[in-house]
């Protein structure tokens, strides 16, 4: 493992966990270090059962401009798809707070996240076909899972460059604030999934998720739809509504 300071940071504060990714000079892309670590940071977060909510975050003007593709077909330990797709199998809900620039493999990377929320100003584009590049499964079902088939040929297929408005308008982002309220918008919808009774809300993402991927497990959504049902939770949730006031859950 690289000891390169520039490497994603991982830091965890109560129920939230922000990896930030550190080569601003460089737009933050990724090289095979940076995916190694990244696979680490999320394995780490997955075990901590505290952690609730997980977001990705960057330094500088840029967000990320994806894979360094002058390290394309170099070794590495862990492959880009495979950490993207540790993204959308996070345990925790999971947030990209987007500025700048989102370009190539770090479109997939925020697509695999459960909310995506960008400042004004901001433009993306996966240049995959200008440059030869097949994507790769589970990238390509996110892109049309989230945004459409149409506009995943759009955007596939011509590498065409769109800014904030249009990346709300199509669904890319979940959120647009103000770049000087970006953070404040990020710290509030934290704060709002941070409330919420962990057995309920982490089990309906990931049973959306596999929904939206056309794998839904029946048995495995019954299943935590029992868990949720016979909680403490449930019971704490219930009073809280009825003496009006914030519930205070344990994921238990």
Not at 97 to 115: E, I, M, S
């Amino acid at each position: 493992m690289s000891m390169d300071p520039q490497t994603p940071e991982l830091r965890i504060d109560g129920a939230v966990a922000t990896i930030r990714l550190r080569r601003p000079d460089q737009a933050n892309r990724l090289g095979p270090d940076d995916l190694a670590v990244l696979a680490e940071h999320l394995a780490t977060v997955n075990a901590a059962e505290a952690v609730l909510v997980l977001r990705l975050e960057a330094d500088g003007s840029t967000f990320c401009s994806g894979y360094d593709i002058g390290r394309l077909g170099a070794p590495r330990a862990v492959a880009f798809d495979e950490v993207v797709n540790a993204v959308e199998d996070a345990r925790p809900i999971t947030m990209a707070v987007l500025q700048g620039g989102v370009y190539g493999g770090a479109t997939d990377l925020a697509l695999a996240c459960d909310f995506r929320l960008g400042a004004r100003g901001i433009r993306m584009f996966m240049p995959a076909a200008r440059l030869g590049l097949h994507f790769y499964q589970r990238g390509l079902e996110r892109y049309v899972s989230r945004l459409g088939v149409d506009t995943a040929k759009r955007l596939l297929l011509t590498a065409e460059t769109i800014d904030a408005d249009e990346m709300k308008a199509i669904g890319f982002l979940t959120h647009l604030a103000e770049a000087e309220a970006l953070a404040e918008r990020a710290d509030a919808l934290s704060a709002t999934l941070a409330g919420m009774a962990p057995l309920a809300m982490l089990g309906m993402k990931k049973h959306l998720n596999r929904l939206a991927a056309g794998r839904l497990d029946a048995q495995g959504l019954r299943h935590d739809m029992q868990v949720a049902a016979q909680s403490a939770d449930l019971k704490e949730g219930r009073a809280a509504w009825a003496e009006k006031r914030a519930p205070r859950f344990t994921g238990r």
